[in-house]
């Protein structure tokens, strides 16, 4: 009786992450084969847009699970077409392998919302569950795991193995976006790295310079997390309106804003090696302030990949701090960030009125807020705050 376990996913593309953790499989649970099943329309969520089709993303997994023994890549749900069920790909396969041991592999998210599974009962009678969870899990979250796999084994009789493994801590969202920013090659195996760029998969060489911006707005806001979109065009619609008010170019200040945090939803790993790509120095900032690099990063793929001239580039680029002698752009930017009408905190109802009164006295304000809460949770104060701060309570005592 052989030992198989199935390895499901969109592969969206396919990652180093997906080729390590099928090594660890095969190696934690002593398997005969690893069958890697890419999802034609997997039914917990939408395919983004852009992606490839089926039959790309399955040459890129194929191309990197070459060589590797024991892994085999199925096209089993490609070619069933639909949503694809577990339950009806297992139901196939017990067919095929009906005197074998077969695992279905998942994750820990996964274990505790599999009752919503189509059919998951009768998933539990056709495999056992493999619960990959990481190795540095919190003794909370693995006892909660516990009591949720003893649960369904109580009630369902199920068969469930739980097994540490490390992972690489990567996402093919993070990978799509980094493919975007231009430095994702070291993210995929060199083979679907190739591919990606023969074929121009994911937007490559693509020319998103000077876009109307209405598309521009649809670009930006698909490198978003789902739930930072609505601040994204908050701010741009904020600023906007502030740059008719004060005299600026309102088309500038609309597509600073929609702009503004680009680069915003990569980890500070990947932040950093968006600096190393577009040559940005990180000195000025201590690692807890690396979240604070998106402004650096999100100006330089405004100038590289938009084409946005300086007066957006630099207002995209100090929003996050603030600087000394700003323009009345990079104070429409800064400002606009904090007042948007997503925004909810104490405070936010005067730092609005004084935006559309006294434009200074709202940064200075926003500013000194900051400061204020970075001091009382200890945290480094960056220099370039300071400044503003020092320059604008300065500049208002001779008024």
Known sequence: MARIAIFGGSFNPVHNGHVFAAREFLRLL?????IVMPAAVPPHKQMPAGSPDDAARYRMLCAAMDGIDGVEVSDLELQRGGK?????????????FPKDEIYLLIGTDMLLSFDTWHRFEDILQLAELGVAIRSDLSAADRKAI??????????????ITVFCNDVLELSSTTVRRMLFFGCGDSYLPAPTAEIIRNEALYGLGGNYRNLAYPLLEETVLSLHDENRRAHAVGCSRTAKDLARLYGVSEIDAERAGILHDLTKALRPQEQLRLCEHYGIMVGDYT???YKLLHGKTAAAAAEKIFGENEAVCSAISWHTTGKADMTLLEKIIYIADYIEPNRKFDG?????????????AAVLL??????????????????YSLEAQAYLRTGRKHL
């Open 366 to 383: 926003g500013i000194d807020m900051t400061i204020d809460l970075l001091r009382r949770d200890g945290r480094s104060l960056n220099r």
């Open 30 to 34: 002593d398997l005969d084969r690893l």
């Open 84 to 96: 694809s069920y577990t339950y009806d790909t297992l139901l196939t396969l017990k067919e095929h």
């Open 287 to 289: 690692p807890d302030q």
């Open 146 to 159: 516990d009591r949720t796999a003893e649960a369904f084994r109580n009630r369902y009789g199920a068969r």
């Open 348 to 360: 936010v109802e005067e730092l609005r009125r004084l935006a559309y009164t006294d434009l200074d």
